[in-house]
Every structure is written in C-alpha cells, then in structure tokens.
C-alpha cells in the first residue's frame, strides 16, 4: 500500500511553485488510496488479522509523517472526515509544531521585505539629497557690480561680453558710433567753455586766427543734433536674424544721447556753457535783426514814387526774402569733425586746457574721440570693440547681463554709481554669490559729477567701507577692481598724489607703488577678520589683460559657490 510519496522541502514550495504542485497532487492521491483501503478492511471482514493490523498502522504512521513535513503547505480539504478519525490526535499535535514554523518563516519574509524597503528608501534619499546639491551648486551664479559713478563699471561688463558672450549686434555698432559722435562734440565744447573759466587763452578766440571759424562753428552745433542720413541708416539697421528691424523706428538718440546730454547738463560747467550758448543765440539773432534793419534803410533809399517801399504783399523787406528763399545751409557731420580734429590739433590753449581736466569734468576718453573723429562722422561706419569700450553711457537704474562661463550661468547686475542710484541697489542684495567693486585709482584728483566739493577717491572710499560692514554683506565674497591703471600712469608727472593725500610715502612717478598705495587703503576699511577681499589692479579697456584676470575671477567664484554648496 506504499503511497510513493516524497518529502517537500520547504524553500523548494517557495522558489518552485510548479514542483510543489506536483507535489501536494500526489499526497491528495496518497490519502484518498489510504483511505479506500481502510474503509474496504472493515466492511468484509469482521476480524482483522495481525499483519493487516500492522501493515494499517504503518501506513498512518507514514501519512502523519508526511503530514507534518508538508505542514508549510496549502492542501485540499480531506473528502471524507471519517478517513481521518484515527489520525486527529497525531496530526493535531504536529499541525501546532508546523504553525509556529510557518508564522517564523512568515515573521523572517516580513522582515526581509521591511529591510529592503527601508534601504531603498534610504537610497531614494541619499540620491534626492545629491540631487539637490548638485541643482544648487549648477544654478545661476549672481554677481553684483559697485563702485562710484565713471569708475569702469559697465567697461567690465562690456570686456565680460566680448569675452564670454555674444559680442554686439551690428545694430548697436552704429548706435554707440551716434553716441561717441555726441560725446566728442560734447566735450570739444567744454574744453573751449572750460579753457574761458580757467583763464586758459585759445588761439581760436582770435578773430584774426584761422581757428576762429572752427571755434564757432563748434560752439554752434548741438551735440545732439540728429542728421537726417544718421537716422535713416539707423532705422534700415537689420537685427542679429538680418531681416529689417521694425522696431528701429524710435530715434535711438532720443533713447539714449538726448537723456545722457541732459542729465551731463545738471553740472555747473555744463549750465554754464548752456548760459554760453544762449547768449551766441541772442548775439545772432541781434546780427538778424540789424541786418534787416539795414537792408530796410536801403530799400528806404530806394523809395520810388510809383512802388513805394520794396515790399511784397506781406510786407516783408527784400533781405528778408531772401533769407527765406536760401536760409544758411547746416553743416555737415564732415565739417563739424574737421573743426574739432582743427582745434585739437592746433589750439595751444586747448591742449593746456586738457592738462587741467581733473578741475572740471569731461570725458576720460575724450583725446581718444577726437584722434578718431572723422571716422565718426561716416555714414556707414560701425564702432569697433575698442570704440565701444571707450564709449559710455551713465548707468541709470539697474541693469542685467545674462551668460555663460565655463558651462556655468552668470547673471551680472551693474547698478548706478551716482548718490542718486544706490537707493536703488538694497533689492539686489538677495542670493548674492560675489560682489566686484570696482575703483579707479586715476582718480584720486577729481571731484564727483554730483558734488564739486568731495573728492573720487575719498568717495570710493566711503563707499566700500559701507559695503565691508553692511550686514547684507557679512558673508560676500569681494573682488576689487583697481581701475585705470593706464590713466594712473599717466597723471602722476602732471598731478602728484601727495597734493591730494598727503601721508603718501611712495615713488611719485611709480604707478605701481601708487597702486599698492590705494589697494591698502581700501582693505584697511573692511572690520571684519573674516571677510575674504580679491584685489586686482586693471584696465579695463585692455581686452588681453581683462582677459586673464575675467578667467581668474569667474575661476574664485565658481570655487566660492562650489564651496557654499559643500562640494568642495
């Protein structure tokens, strides 16, 4: 009656679900065989014999047995209950064995599944955490730019772009070539009115001296005049994409030279010769008048009895006529840049006068707008990188360049250095990586455009010790920029340092050592021991020098945001 069946094992049941089906069909086979047999003994024979006897208690013995092994398992209910009667007591006492195996194999999978859950968990996290450093230490890198107004601020900017970014569009070629030529006529004219307050005498003041026209002709021409081909070569001006640019029609110099020229007319000098320049309006329009006057006399000369006075039906005087029918003819850009290339080059009292421009203001690159004057007055001429870095534009408001360095965004914000403009700074101030203040060191003999009375450098000064010990920048990384280095050099044989501070101890003719000079001025304002200050002498029209100290300041703040971020 052997029922041919085999032990499971237990991890087989588990990874093997096919074979323990195999398995547990044939123990069902098993029993009901058993079962059959027992019930057949009983029915036809009334005495059992003792083989018999022993042959049935081996094979229950052999169904508890295995029972109990497959306790793990699943299987189908018994069809009969009587079947089973003799085996309840055996099978009752291993079904409890098999149970508290079965809840252990149970508890042990529960807390494998809670372990691998914890881990992954633990994973997901290290990886959100990583995730979130490396999107911090990627984003956008902010920079912001102070300094004292005229100090080379948007110059930087300006190097950066050239550098980093896409250069200037052929469009704002010709836009900052309209600015130089109004720039360079602007500043013509302050020297001539400037040369008069100094007490400076001018060849072209001379009626008799070939000069006198250019003179005239320069005092009598608006720096923001606009020429008629000037503003229709703007218009036709074609965008980056090279398709005409519509939006062109606005007057570009209204943007831009108009608003620069009146806010530059809020100084002393500048009101002076806009007093100037109204009274040589008076004076001709007195020449008009007195002329028609003695055209009148004349034509009273000519009385005729039949035509009475020589008059049209308006009662106009023939000069007049003829003032109307052929009015003076406007120069042209060619002839105002031949006056000022004239008075520059040949006017003793204007090159004196240039000497002493730290006692008024003007135009740090003004002999440099003269020397290239008539390439100005072309009509397709298109300002090159060098003409655009010495060009300006003050810097009103606030100000946003937007770029990529070394795969990294740059957001650069360039505010206004006039007293009027730092109000407007302290909303910048939020996520700051760095900040560049920029100083220029040449100077330290001018006074500010806003107050005659305070002196550049003493102002700069000022300025950073603010900035050292405000609390918005207790934790801001500074690079100084010690600006101009080139105009450093060439002020100090005509303007010695020690005028103006007087505890210079230096080589009076060493831009260097007045450079070193400045640097510790400047670190002596900082209070706070932990602060970390870059210096860098530069220049900032000098693209090849802008360009290593650029690639070695954006290198410092790429480490300082590395390190804000801990991944360095």
């Not at 022993?54 to 699943?74: E, M």
């Not at 500048?270 to 007195?286: M, V, W, Y």
């Not at 870095?389 to 360095?405: A, C, D, P, Q, Y």
Request: with cysteine; charged share 20%.
């Amino acid at each position: 009656m052997g029922c041919g069946m085999s032990t499971i094992d237990t991890d087989d049941a588990f990874t093997s679900p096919t074979k323990s089906q195999h398995q547990m069909t044939s123990i069902a086979a098993g029993q009901r065989s058993v079962a059959a047999s027992s019930g057949a003994t009983t029915t036809t024979t009334t005495t059992t014999t003792t083989s018999t006897k022993n042959n049935l208690s081996a094979t229950n013995t052999s169904v508890i047995a295995h029972t109990s092994s497959i306790a793990s398992t699943t299987l189908p209910s018994t069809p009969t209950a009587a079947a089973h009667a003799p085996m309840t007591s055996s099978i009752s006492m291993g079904s409890n064995n098999n149970n508290n195996a079965a809840l252990s194999a149970a508890a042990a999978r529960k807390r494998f599944q809670e372990r691998k859950q914890w881990i992954q968990a633990r994973n997901n996290q290290i990886e959100a955490g990583l995730s979130l450093t490396h999107n911090r230490a990627m984003k956008t890198i902010k920079l912001l730019m102070l300094g004292a107004g005229e100090s080379g601020k948007s110059t930087v900017i300006k190097q950066i772009r050239l550098l980093h970014g896409t250069g200037f569009t052929d469009r704002e070629r010709i836009q900052y070539t309209g600015v130089i030529w109004s720039d360079a006529v602007h500043c013509m004219r302050i020297l001539i009115t400037a040369a008069k307050d100094l007490n400076i005498p001018l060849d072209s003041t001379n009626p008799d001296s070939p000069l006198y026209e250019f003179n005239k002709l320069v005092m009598e021409t608006d720096p923001t005049q606009q020429y008629d081909e000037d503003v229709t070569h703007i218009n036709n001006a074609t965008n980056a994409s090279g398709t005409p640019n519509n939006a062109a029609s606005r007057n570009y110099l209204d943007d831009y030279v108009l608003k620069y020229d009146n806010r530059k007319g809020r100084s002393p000098l500048d009101q002076r010769l806009k007093q100037q320049q109204q009274q040589q309006q008076q004076q001709q329009q007195q020449q008009q008048q007195q002329q028609q006057q003695t055209a009148l006399n004349s034509a009273y000369n000519e009385f005729d009895e039949h035509q009475g006075l020589l008059e049209d039906v308006e009662g106009e005087d023939l000069q007049t006529q003829k003032m109307k029918q052929h009015p003076p003819a406007k120069p042209t850009k060619q002839q105002v840049a031949t006056a000022i290339s004239k008075l520059w080059k040949n006017d003793r009292g204007i090159r004196e006068c240039f000497k002493r421009a730290n006692q008024f203001q003007l135009e740090v690159n003004a002999a440099y707008y003269f020397e290239n004057i008539f390439n100005y007055c072309k009509l397709r001429y298109r300002a090159t990188d060098e003409d655009i870095l010495k060009g300006r534009i003050k810097t009103t408001g606030i100000n946003e360049t937007n770029l990529t360095i070394n795969n990294r965004a740059f957001q650069i914000i360039d505010v206004g250095g006039q007293r009027s403009e730092r109000r407007k700074w302290i909303h910048c101030f939020d996520d700051v990586t760095a900040i560049i203040f920029v100083a220029a060191v040449s100077e330290y003999d001018e006074v500010l455009f806003e107050d005659a009375t305070m002196n550049r450098m003493a102002e700069a000064l000022l300025l950073f010790e603010s900035i050292c010990n405000s609390r918005w920048f207790s934790n801001t990384s500074i690079i100084l920029f010690l600006n101009k280095i080139d105009k450093l050099e060439e002020k100090l044989p005509i303007s010695p340092i020690t005028k103006y501070f007087k505890n210079y101890t230096g080589n009076p003719l060493s831009a260097s050592e007045a450079c070193q000079y400045f640097q510790n001025l400047f670190l002596a304002q900082n209070k706070n021991p932990r602060r970390a200050i870059y210096p860098y002498p530069t220049c900032a029209t000098d693209t090849s020098s802008m360009k290593f100290v650029i690639g070695a300041v954006t290198d410092e703040v790429i480490q300082t945001a590395l390190r804000e971020y801990g991944m360095l």
